[in-house]
């Protein structure tokens, strides 16, 4: 055991720094403090326990957290004597009961077991990252918006499975990009994490003290953790074997950890040299190659969603092997998936971020890759043009490249003139402009209209859900 430098794992994982502090140890047993601050403050108010015993009480939790933050070497037995019980609830109330009096003593988590508060502090930690990843995500996709706006008219390559497919424009790439941003935003879950059930549920010991002041002490510890506007909400029913709101907690973060690493790899694709479409502003170089400029915040983003599954699966796992009144192992490997999970989420908003602040889009290179892939492209427009009048082969001959594609095709269609009903009906191929066929910009469809419905949407008044927490409208 070290006496300056807590056991971390930040250097096997680059990037991770930037979501630790909001789930690192020190921030759980922050939150274990107010927990048990809140439950004293609660006992309170509802005419429990005196005004020196809460005082008393509430100071000794606040020197006991306080204590462990200053000293690494405390955090590191808080959490070997953690062992034992099974959490770290049962070492910190002993800490905190060596520096009470019997009466303040009694009053420390009477009624409450380690799953209440152990469940009400990761929940309260989440509902912190919760606020953070909606604040960053309405960052994130009006930067992607702006960067829509500002590249509407740039013509790159749509392609699928890897190849050429389509001319499209760079503007709905990123607003495509926004859109998914802007969807996990949307689907921001509820975050009602306040935990009372004592040790099997059913809030017996809490009725047997408490009397008819329960009501009031619950309505109390509720209103303590969550703020006023817990008032007007009803107190949770325990939910210490039903899981399925930590899935739904999770569900988020990992959606947050994919968006950053689905826009991660487009970019990393458009960075390579021989691509040439995109640059990134923060880069890291190479211990050996000195020529090198690595996209490492994208890279670090793709990482980020190769490692989220497999959290995500745990707590699938979990939520499904929760049995009777509390788990036997199931409830204690959600926590570090969970906080592995909240740390990886706000680490990659955060580089997502960065990213995109430093994306520069190179225009030439977009159109000399189009032009590459000219005239292949247009193989679907020819085969919907003149499909009836061409023959596969003769199609396959226009777009081989190698010589003039509108020459090429002016001479087939002389070899099949339009029929009399051809080129009566309006709107026919035959009234096509032969020189701008092969333009991409004549080939985009409705392209920039679904890229204005996107934004639209993004920038018109937040839809409101029942299951989301009542944050802040874009408007």
């Given at each position: 055991?070290?006496?300056?430098?807590?056991?971390?794992?930040?250097?096997?994982?680059?990037?991770?720094?930037?979501?630790?502090?909001?789930?690192?140890?020190?921030?759980?047993?922050?939150?274990?403090?107010?927990?048990?601050?809140?439950?004293?403050?609660a006992?309170?108010?509802?005419?429990?326990?005196?005004?020196?015993?809460?005082?008393?009480?509430?100071?000794?939790?606040?020197a006991?957290?306080?204590?462990?933050?200053?000293?690494?070497?405390?955090?590191?037995?808080?959490?070997?004597?953690?062992?034992?019980?099974?959490?770290?609830?049962?070492?910190?109330?002993?800490?905190?009961?060596?520096?009470?009096?019997?009466?303040?003593s009694?009053?420390?988590?009477?009624?409450?077991?380690?799953?209440?508060?152990?469940?009400?502090?990761?929940?309260?930690?989440?509902?912190?990252?919760?606020?953070?990843?909606?604040?960053?995500?309405?960052?994130?996709?009006?930067?992607?918006?702006?960067?829509?706006?500002?590249?509407a008219?740039?013509?790159?390559?749509?392609?699928?499975?890897?190849?050429?497919?389509?001319?499209?424009?760079?503007?709905?790439?990123?607003?495509?990009?926004?859109?998914?941003v802007?969807?996990?935003?949307?689907?921001?879950?509820?975050?009602?994490?306040?935990?009372?059930?004592?040790?099997?549920?059913?809030?017996?010991?809490?009725?047997?003290?408490?009397?008819?002041?329960?009501?009031?002490?619950?309505?109390?510890f509720?209103?303590?953790?969550?703020?006023?506007?817990?008032?007007?909400?009803?107190?949770?029913?325990?939910?210490?074997?039903?899981?399925?709101?930590?899935?739904?907690?999770?569900?988020?973060?990992?959606?947050?950890?994919t968006?950053?690493?689905?826009?991660?790899?487009?970019?990393?694709?458009?960075?390579?040299?021989?691509?040439?479409?995109?640059?990134?502003?923060?880069?890291?170089g190479?211990?050996?190659?000195?020529q090198?400029?690595?996209?490492?915040?994208?890279?670090?983003?793709?990482?980020?969603?190769?490692?989220?599954?497999?959290?995500?699966?745990?707590?699938?796992?979990?939520?499904?092997?929760?049995?009777?009144?509390?788990?036997?192992?199931?409830?204690?490997?959600?926590?570090?998936?969970?906080?592995?999970?909240?740390g990886?989420?706000?680490s990659?908003?955060?580089?997502?971020?960065?990213?995109?602040?430093?994306?520069?889009?190179?225009?030439?290179?977009?159109?000399?890759?189009?032009e590459?892939?000219?005239?292949?492209?247009?193989?679907?427009?020819?085969?919907?043009?003149?499909?009836?009048?061409?023959?596969?082969?003769?199609?396959?001959?226009?777009?081989a490249?190698?010589?003039?594609?509108?020459?090429?095709?002016?001479?087939?269609?002389?070899k099949?003139?339009?029929?009399?009903?051809?080129?009566?009906?309006?709107?026919?191929?035959?009234?096509?402009?032969?020189?701008?066929?092969?333009?991409?910009?004549?080939?985009?469809?409705?392209?920039?209209?679904?890229?204005?419905?996107?934004?639209?949407?993004?920038?018109?008044?937040?839809?409101?859900?029942?299951?989301?927490?009542?944050?802040?409208?874009?408007?």
């Open positions: 055991m070290t006496d300056t430098v807590a056991h971390t794992r930040l250097l096997f994982a680059p990037g991770d720094l930037r979501g630790a502090e909001a789930i690192d140890d020190v921030a759980l047993v922050s939150a274990l403090g107010d927990v048990e601050s809140a439950w004293i403050n006992q309170a108010h509802a005419g429990l326990i005196s005004a020196d015993s809460r005082a008393e009480a509430v100071a000794g939790i606040e006991t957290t306080r204590s462990l933050l200053a000293d690494s070497a405390e955090l590191e037995t808080l959490a070997a004597d953690a062992e034992s019980g099974g959490n770290p609830v049962i070492p910190f109330l002993a800490a905190v009961r060596s520096r009470l009096s019997h009466d303040a009694r009053a420390l988590h009477k009624g409450l077991t380690s799953q209440d508060v152990m469940d009400s502090a990761l929940g309260l930690l989440m509902a912190r990252v919760a606020r953070q990843t909606h604040a960053r995500l309405d960052v994130i996709c009006e930067l992607l918006v702006g960067l829509s706006d500002a590249h008219d740039t013509v790159c390559l749509a392609r699928t499975l890897t190849q050429p497919a389509l001319p499209t424009t760079f503007g709905l790439k990123a607003a495509a990009w926004a859109a998914e802007q969807e996990v935003q949307s689907l921001t879950p509820r975050i009602d994490y306040v935990q009372i059930g004592g040790a099997a549920g059913t809030r017996a010991a809490i009725r047997e003290f408490a009397g008819p002041q329960t009501d009031a002490l619950l309505r109390q509720h209103v303590q953790l969550r703020g006023p506007d817990a008032a007007l909400t009803s107190v949770p029913v325990p939910w210490h074997t039903d899981r399925v709101r930590v899935l739904n907690w999770a569900s988020h973060l990992t959606q947050c950890v968006v950053g690493a689905s826009i991660a790899r487009d970019v990393l694709i458009g960075t390579r040299p021989e691509v040439g479409e995109l640059s990134l502003a923060a880069t890291g190479s211990s050996a190659m000195p090198k400029v690595n996209p490492t915040s994208a890279v670090l983003l793709h990482r980020n969603g190769m490692r989220a599954p497999g959290l995500m699966a745990t707590l699938t796992s979990t939520a499904a092997e929760a049995i009777e009144e509390r788990s036997d192992g199931a409830w204690h490997a959600e926590w570090p998936a969970l906080s592995e999970l909240m990886l989420a706000v990659s908003l955060i580089m997502l971020q960065t990213m995109g602040e430093g994306l520069s889009v190179n225009p030439e290179a977009m159109r000399t890759n189009v590459t892939a000219s005239p292949g492209i247009f193989a679907e427009r020819l085969t919907i043009a003149f499909g009836d009048r061409l023959a596969k082969a003769e199609i396959q001959e226009i777009i490249g190698g010589g003039d594609p509108v020459a090429a095709l002016k001479a087939a269609l002389e099949h003139p339009a029929t009399q009903d051809e080129t009566s009906n309006e709107g026919n191929p035959a009234e096509v402009d032969l020189d701008g066929f092969f333009s991409p910009e004549n080939y985009l469809g409705d392209a920039e209209d679904i890229r204005q419905t996107i934004v639209d949407t993004i920038n018109g008044p937040e839809p409101v859900s029942p299951g989301l927490l009542p944050f802040a409208s874009r408007k």
